[in-house]
């Protein structure tokens, strides 16, 4: 029997529809009733994970506790940064799907041994530790275009997904491939919302992806 999944969504709430559907899409499915059941929690109202880190692990281990309540059995969140509060998540007691350690084993089976990372200083961090456990070395943006990325990733946020912020996050993923990278992940959830594989001269694994065809795995 199907299993129930449970979603802490909402970091942010286009990128929690977005992986939402691919849920969906990525089912295989003749009608209603071979689809995943999911309940969803899309709070946007989770604390800063770079600026309030412990109400943010606070707030995301009630969430896992109210999903559970409500009858999910697997829990997954398509937020990167916020697996730094995984242990917070898990204390609820269910399965968590773990999205970095995915991802990276996702990397490693491109073939590449160098792969640029495409996320937040935070989960910059915890890629760094999930790309070493693949034996992969990690190539990450400079400072310079860390900013840059974060500025396009809050651009997204606040719903900016235009051509310009298109071509910024191309030229993001180009610049880490000339540096050495023989892949990319996309390391932050907005990125899928901006970037594909046609724009990118080396496999790019979308980590909104890789976790749905988990959470579609583990649910089936």
Do not use: W
Not at 181 to 186: D, F, K, L, P, R
């Amino acid at each position: 029997m199907a299993r129930v999944l449970g979603v802490l969504g909402g970091m942010g709430p286009a990128a929690t529809t977005a992986f939402l559907a691919r849920v969906q899409a990525l089912t295989p499915a003749t009608g209603d009733e071979d689809h995943i059941r999911v309940i969803a929690d899309i709070n946007p109202q989770v604390p800063n994970r770079h600026t309030q880190p412990e109400a943010a692990g606070r707030t995301l281990g009630e969430m896992a506790r109210a999903l559970k309540a409500a009858g999910a059995q697997v829990l997954a969140m398509p937020c990167n940064t916020a697996h730094a509060h995984a242990g917070a998540i898990r204390a609820a007691g269910l399965p968590f799907i773990d999205m970095i350690a995915e991802t990276a084993k996702a990397a490693g089976a491109t073939g590449a041994r160098r792969v640029g990372v495409l996320a937040t200083p935070g989960a910059a961090l915890l890629y760094a530790e999930a790309l070493a456990a693949e034996g992969l070395e990690m190539v990450a943006p400079s400072p310079a275009e860390r900013e840059r990325f974060m500025q396009v990733v809050f651009g997204v946020k606040a719903g900016d997904v235009g051509p310009d912020q298109r071509a910024a996050m191309r030229d993001l993923a180009q610049a880490l491939i000339a540096a050495g990278a023989e892949a990319v992940i996309g390391g932050c959830t907005e990125v899928p919302l901006l970037l594909d594989q046609g724009d990118v001269d080396a496999p790019l694994i979308d980590s909104a992806e890789v976790l749905a065809r988990a959470c579609v795995a583990a649910c089936r």
